[in-house]
């Protein structure tokens, strides 16, 4: 099991402000799963219009952060030196559920698990959660190029 911080995950993932979801990986077991973490602040760019009165973090981006950490465990198990050039693609989401409202102040954890990867499409089981409490899940696929 590893962990990665901020330096290291950005000389995986090409994502940069504002788009870059994960702050820092926990652990990591090449070929298996990914615990990271993304701190919701007030400062995020989303919440001035999402929404001005009572500020929530949209799905999508809950299942982007998703996503990025599943990239972050894709790389981390095809080869342990970063490769500026790749990039992993959205295939597929499925089973997408939202549970709980995501807030400023939250620690939100992001897990990953790889289920599968065939002819280069990976299939992962992902959720997030929030002091304990799942508030997404979703199985997701992406190809790397």
Same mark, same amino acid.
């Given at each position: 099991?590893?962990? @990665?911080?901020?330096? /290291? %995950?950005?000389?995986?993932?090409?994502?940069?402000?504002? $788009?870059?979801?994960?702050? !820092?990986? %926990?652990?990591?077991?090449?070929?298996?799963?990914?615990?990271?973490?993304?701190?919701?602040? @007030?400062?995020?760019?989303? $919440?001035?219009?999402? $929404?001005?009165?009572?500020?929530? @973090?949209?799905?999508?981006? %809950?299942? /982007?952060?998703?996503? +990025?950490?599943?990239?972050?465990?894709? $790389?981390?198990?095809?080869?342990?030196?970063?490769?500026?050039?790749?990039?992993?693609?959205?295939?597929?989401?499925?089973?997408?559920?939202?549970?709980?409202?995501?807030?400023?102040?939250? +620690?939100? @954890?992001?897990?990953? /698990?790889?289920?599968?990867?065939?002819?280069? %499409?990976?299939?992962?089981?992902?959720?997030?959660?929030?002091?304990? +409490?799942?508030?997404?899940?979703?199985?997701?696929?992406?190809?790397? !190029?």
């Amino acid at each position: 099991m590893s962990s @990665m911080d901020i330096n /290291e %995950i950005m000389a995986y993932l090409p994502h940069r402000f504002p $788009f870059l979801l994960v702050d !820092r990986v %926990i652990s990591l077991e090449p070929g298996k799963s990914i615990v990271a973490l993304k701190n919701v602040s @007030m400062n995020e760019p989303f $919440f001035p219009g999402h $929404f001005p009165k009572h500020p929530v @973090m949209p799905g999508v981006l %809950i299942l /982007e952060a998703l996503a +990025q950490a599943a990239a972050l465990l894709s $790389f981390k198990t095809v080869a342990d030196a970063p490769n500026g050039d790749a990039v992993v693609y959205f295939a597929g989401i499925d089973a997408a559920r939202f549970k709980k409202p995501v807030m400023p102040g939250d +620690q939100l @954890m992001l897990h990953a /698990e790889i289920l599968r990867n065939l002819k280069g %499409i990976w299939k992962y089981a992902t959720y997030a959660e929030v002091d304990g +409490q799942r508030v997404a899940e979703a199985e997701m696929m992406a190809t790397l !190029r």
